[in-house]
Nanobody, 120 residues
Framework: VQLVESGGGLVQTGNSLRLSCAASGGTINIYAMGWFRQAPGKEREYVGAIARIGITDYADTVMGRFTISRDNAKNTVYLQMNSLKPEDTAVYYC???????????????WGPGTQVTVSS
């Protein structure tokens, strides 16, 4: 399955963005979908994930601000990001795997990423 993220951009602190992850070459309903981010000079960091049955999991750093959803009919996963902070600035990646994992190496398929920049 091929994944492509979109929706990134430059926003001010406190604003919102919604990222999309569109899949092709396969159906996402058989996959758990994760979101990760990587800031310059830092390791790739877990943001959250959504299981095949829709159960979600989030990192403590984004809990209550970010929401992951999936639309299997559109073969797309979303990351709604509210109350954005400068420390949320990173390249955001979506990933697919058979099960939810908080570890990047646990995911088999990855998108190329989309840049999110939050200005103070």
């Amino acid at each position: 399955v091929q994944l492509v993220e979109s929706g990134g951009g430059l926003v001010q602190t406190g604003n919102s963005l919604r990222l999309s992850c569109a899949a092709s070459g396969g159906t996402i309903n058989i996959y758990a979908m994760g979101w990760f981010r990587q800031a310059p000079g830092k390791e790739r960091e877990y943001v959250g994930a959504i299981a095949r049955i829709g159960i979600t999991d989030y990192a403590d750093t984004v809990m209550g601000r970010f929401t992951i959803s999936r639309d299997n009919a559109k073969n797309t996963v979303y990351l709604q990001m509210n109350s954005l902070k400068p420390e949320d600035t990173a390249v955001y990646y979506c990933a697919a795997n058979s099960v939810v994992s908080r570890v990047a190496r646990g995911y088999e398929y990855w998108g190329p990423g989309t840049q999110v920049t939050v200005s103070s």
